[in-house]
């Protein structure tokens, strides 16, 4: 159980277009959904929390008019990338927490490699 | 602030014992987890860790000290597919995940 799944896995894109990627929990809700970057060799971090139902909380620096962030439904959290340059090719990765779990581990989905050219 | 202190990276011997150990310090606690990940993958969920003590998981095991900020993780039997970077991550009064840059284990033969 807890299967998160991201798609698309690769994207390559031209600079300016915008790509969007998904999140979906299979199995079970997710009032709270988080977007993550990570850079090769670096850690990740965080972008944004997704809520269901409500505006996403970006992080310090974000631009949250470049990276669009809609959770429609318990289960789908969506990131636009808007106008992406290649300065945005990056390994973007969603996780989510299980409504149905006491603790708060986070489930993570497989990751969106995107290449800006 | 909040801080996470892991070394960046060990190497160990194949079918030998490793632990790595994680200091941090937060705005509140509600429990530690730790994560794998592989090159170019994701994160996956290891263990999680609220109470002091050791939490045994097969070859994997995790122990935690509140009042010293301080977990490790020990894996056994150490094999080839366990070369990856393993992430410790406190989480605060506000659920929110505390993340490091981990650290990277090498196996060798």
């Known amino acids: 159980g807890a299967v998160v799944s991201q798609h698309p896995s690769w994207v390559i894109c031209k600079s300016g277009t915008s790509v969007k990627i998904e999140c979906r929990s299979l199995d079970f809700q997710a009032t709270t959904m988080f977007w993550y970057r990570q850079f090769p060799k670096q850690s990740l971090m965080l972008m944004a929390t997704s809520n269901e139902g409500s505006k996403a909380t970006y992080e310090q620096g974000v631009e949250k008019d470049k990276f669009l962030i809609n959770h429609a439904s318990l289960t789908l959290s969506t990131l636009t990338v808007t106008s992406a340059h290649p300065e945005d090719s990056s390994f973007y990765i969603c996780s989510a927490r299980d409504n149905g779990r006491e603790t708060g581990e986070l489930f993570f989905g497989e990751g969106s490699r995107l290449t800006v050219l | 602030g909040q801080n996470i202190d892991q070394p960046t990276e060990m190497t160990a011997t194949e079918g030998a014992i490793v632990q790595i150990n994680c200091t941090y310090q937060?705005?509140?606690?509600?429990?530690l987890f730790w994560y794998q990940q592989h090159a170019g993958e994701a994160p996956t969920f290891l263990s999680y860790n609220v109470l002091d003590g050791l939490e045994e998981k097969g070859r994997f095991s995790s122990f935690l000290s509140r009042s010293k900020g301080y977990s490790y993780l020990l894996l056994k039997e150490l094999q080839m597919k366990d070369s990856a970077s393993y992430l410790c991550?406190?989480?605060?009064?506000?659920?929110?995940?505390?993340w490091g840059a981990g650290t990277k284990l090498i196996i060798k033969p």
């Open positions: 937060t705005s509140g606690f509600n429990g």
């Open positions: 991550a406190p989480m605060d009064s506000n659920y929110q995940l505390i």
